[in-house]
């Protein structure tokens, strides 16, 4: 089925339909500031569990995963024991991690935990070409004290002194904010190209056509 594509338009007609739109954007970008303060004032949770990570160097605290910053930032990807390929939803969302260097100037420090072995987390992550620091939870219960059982999300925590405590958890279309590649697709005629879209341009169900960066 041929798209039905956007009115052809004079260029004084397009420049009112954008500024109309513009002035619905910056109300949306002060709604979303909002959102993020309170976000900030959300109250947080002593996270004082004895938990165990599985590194590159050997055995880790949640305490040394912080490397000394203030803050952490945990991607609970979902990859599991004896798989040998990661969730192709977390595999997108990593794949949009930038360099850590502009967290980490704002002490914060980001990485993914999974149930998978350490092995398996490095074979993975060769494969895609990752550089972020990953760690094993295996036989840990820090992913189900975080409220997951096999899904994904992103925790966020906040170190002081040696007291650490969980502040944010997103899953689920939370986790849209972070993929450059839906907010830059959000800006075309076509979109995401997704059924559930009012253009009417798409058929794809949601996230069915993610594949992993190197299967496309």
């Known amino acids: 089925m041929t798209p039905t594509l956007p009115e052809v338009v004079s260029r004084e007609e397009w420049q009112a339909a954008r500024d109309a739109l513009m ?3 910056k109300e949306l970008t002060k ?3 909002a959102i993020n303060a309170e976000r900030r004032r ?8 004895k938990y165990e990570f599985e590194g590159p160097d050997g055995r880790v605290s949640l305490l040394d995963l912080f490397a000394g910053r203030r803050q952490l930032i945990v991607y609970h990807f979902m990859l599991n024991p004896g798989q040998k390929a990661g969730c192709v939803g977390c595999s997108m969302v990593i794949d949009h991690v930038g360099p850590l260097a502009h967290l980490h100037d704002r002490d914060t420090t980001f990485t993914a ?7 398996e987390i490095e074979k993975y992550k060769e494969r895609m070409g990752w550089t972020i620091p990953w760690v094993s939870t295996t036989g840990d219960a820090f992913n189900p004290d975080c409220g997951l059982d096999g899904g994904f999300g992103i925790s966020v925590f906040l170190r002081e002194g040696d007291e650490v405590f969980r502040t944010y958890f997103t899953s689920g279309r939370g986790a849209e904010q972070f993929v450059s590649t839906f907010r830059y697709l959000d800006l075309t005629p076509f979109g995401r190209q997704e059924a559930w879209e009012e253009s009417g341009r798409g058929t ?12 496309y």
């Not at 959300?42 to 569990?49: A, K, S, Y």
């Not at 794809?204 to 299967?215: A, F, L, S, Y």
């Open 113 to 119: 935990v999974s149930p998978a072995t350490l092995p």
């Open 204 to 215: 794809d169900g949601p996230g069915h056509w993610w594949k992993r960066h190197d299967e």
């Open 42 to 49: 959300l109250p947080m949770v002593r996270f004082d569990g």
């Open 31 to 33: 709604a979303t500031d």
């Open 23 to 25: 002035i619905k954007e």
